[in-house]
């Protein structure tokens, strides 16, 4: 293990303006919670069995937010060169408060061969450079049909699994030690070809076994910046009795959804300069 359109309810919690020059704002601290249109306030069912995480600031803060905002960074040599770099995330919390710091970690070959479909290993950081978790990407290479898995870890434990066979447009989240299965749903603009699925706000809904949902992670349209670049910006938002850990697991299979859907550069997305 090393290894958003004016239309849209998600208009006002869009990303900040890209500069010029190719510079973005970070979304500013509130100090009121942010709106999140179609918010579901309370978990529908009783989740038990899981794994409590160890303390930590930033798990504090999610356990008490109801939504998560996921900005992908800008890396300078891909926009120049074409060549694939490996990715890197702002996690900001309802607040729009900076507590995570997500990097890919990958092999070149992997990068340029594989593309969206590579193995990975993703490291995730607080605010004081304690890594917090980590997941592992594999099964899911272009010389293979077998199904691709995300695993993720904390403290040397796995916590959850997230799987989706090759062609299917669901992913399935198991938490470690827990009976209750999650299905994240791909709508049918993100299984359509790269053009047209650029240019939309796409809600992925997540529902809990039996069918009751119980959250979404949108991915917002990136609009015109699709053309220079395939970074994207993600709102997630579920109960706030949610347990952390589910949270966080759904957090990661944002990072897995942008891989899968948004990672080409056929399919272009919104961008963001950060240096961390």
């Known amino acids: 293990m090393s290894r958003h359109n004016r239309g849209s309810p998600y208009y006002h919690n869009q990303p900040p303006v890209i500069r010029r020059?190719?510079?973005?704002?970070?979304?500013?601290?509130?100090?009121?919670?942010?709106?999140?249109?179609?918010?579901?306030?309370?978990?529908?069912?009783?989740?038990?069995?899981?794994?409590?995480?160890?303390?930590?600031?930033?798990?504090?803060?999610?356990?008490?937010s109801n939504c998560l905002m996921v900005v992908q960074c800008l890396e300078p040599v891909e926009m120049m060169t074409g060549i694939e770099t490996p990715n890197r995330y702002i996690v900001h919390d309802m607040f729009m408060r900076r507590i995570l710091y997500a990097h890919e970690e990958s092999d070149y070959w992997d990068r340029s061969c594989d593309r969206n479909r590579r193995s990975f290993d993703l490291h995730m950081f607080d605010n004081r450079r304690?890594?917090?978790?980590?997941?592992?990407?594999?099964?899911?290479?272009?010389?293979?049909?077998?199904?691709?898995?995300?695993?993720?870890?904390?403290?040397?434990?796995?916590?959850?699994?997230?799987?989706?066979?090759?062609?299917?447009?669901?992913?399935?989240?198991?938490?470690?030690?827990?009976?209750?299965?999650?299905?994240?749903?791909?709508?049918?603009?993100?299984?359509?070809n790269p053009a047209c699925r650029t240019r939309h706000t796409l809600p992925f809904p997540i529902?809990?076994?039996?069918?009751?949902?119980?959250?979404?992670?949108?991915?917002?349209?990136?609009?015109?910046?699709?053309?220079?670049?395939?970074?994207?910006t993600y709102m997630i938002h579920f109960p706030v009795d949610m347990p952390v850990i589910i949270k966080m697991l759904l957090l990661q299979a944002t990072f897995l959804i942008d891989f899968t859907y948004f990672e080409d550069r056929g399919q272009q997305g919104n961008r963001a300069v950060v240096v961390y």
């Open 21 to 64: 020059h190719h510079q973005q704002q970070l979304p500013e601290e509130r100090d009121e919670p942010i709106d999140v249109p179609n918010a579901i306030a309370t978990m529908p069912v009783r989740i038990t069995g899981y794994r409590p995480l160890e303390p930590a600031s930033a798990l504090q803060s999610i356990a008490a």
């Open 207 to 232: 529902y809990v076994q039996g069918g009751a949902k119980v959250g979404e992670i949108v991915r917002l349209d990136p609009g015109y910046l699709e053309w220079v670049s395939d970074a994207d």
């Open 130 to 192: 304690q890594r917090i978790m980590s997941s592992s990407r594999y099964g899911g290479g272009s010389c293979t049909c077998s199904p691709d898995v995300l695993e993720t870890w904390h403290r040397g434990n796995s916590i959850g699994l997230l799987s989706r066979d090759m062609f299917d447009y669901r992913f399935y989240l198991r938490v470690a030690g827990c009976p209750t299965e999650f299905c994240i749903v791909a709508p049918d603009s993100a299984q359509s």
